[in-house]
């Protein structure tokens, strides 16, 4: 069965401090894997595919095969960036976006 | 412009009724998700709709459980007999089409709580 792990529920790092929010995922083909974010009293709503390969807002995730995992990282991290993400996959790539949510990792960033 | 809309922004009702939950997407958005989001958890896909039909519906719990979306846009949640297991964020989104390039816009939700 597909799943998605977020071992951490909370993360509380320093501003400037570089971010990792860890995710693995269990799937056995080809998965499409996401990050979502919600800020406080807003949306949820993307943050980034990783068939993007791009950087939103400082934030990078690089989708390795071999370790099964999708971890989202910020070198220098901003207190706007305090929110909760959302690891996600999608088991159909490229289809419909019947997406498998993890738990979720509440990051706080102090300043 | 506007996004996904969902109302009523809160719904509380007893244990055995019934209960119905709106989507408005966006305009022009053919594809439509349900997702509920327990307490702690990440939401869970409930149905997906292309156009009037829905094309999975796998997700939903139990026959308890029904959505429509007549005319290709609105769209309801069905819920009979609640229980207090139904208490969550129900989660509408739509999409301009289905695939993964046409991102996902969320809802507000509806918070449904049984008493």
């Known amino acids: ?111 | 412009g506007a996004g996904v809309s969902q109302t009523p922004s809160n719904k509380v009702t007893e244990k055995g009724k019934y209960v119905e939950l709106r989507c408005d997407p966006i305009s022009g958005h053919t594809a439509l998700y349900w997702y509920r989001q327990s307490l702690g958890q990440g939401p869970e896909f409930l149905i997906y709709f292309q156009g009037t039909g829905a094309a999975d519906d796998s997700g939903l719990p139990n026959d308890r459980f029904f959505a429509v979306r007549p005319e290709g846009s609105v769209s309801t949640l069905k819920i009979q007999r609640t229980e207090r297991g139904d208490s969550a964020v129900y989660l509408c989104a739509s999409s301009l089409y289905p695939g993964s390039n046409s991102p996902l816009h969320f809802g507000n939700g509806t918070r449904l709580t049984v008493t």
């Open chain 1, 1 to 111: 069965a597909q799943r998605v792990t977020q071992p951490e529920k909370l993360l509380s790092v320093f501003k400037g401090a570089p971010v990792e929010l860890k995710c693995n995922y269990s799937y056995s083909g080809s998965p499409e894997l996401f990050w979502y974010v919600q800020y406080s009293r807003q949306r949820l709503q993307l943050l980034l595919r990783h068939i993007s390969r791009e950087s939103i807002k400082g934030f990078t995730a690089d989708l390795n095969k071999g370790e099964t995992s999708f971890h989202l990282k910020k070198p220098f991290a901003q207190e706007e960036d305090s929110a909760m993400y959302y690891c996600a996959l999608s088991k159909s790539f490229g289809g419909a976006q019947k997406l498998v949510f993890g738990q979720g990792t509440r990051l706080t960033i102090n300043p």
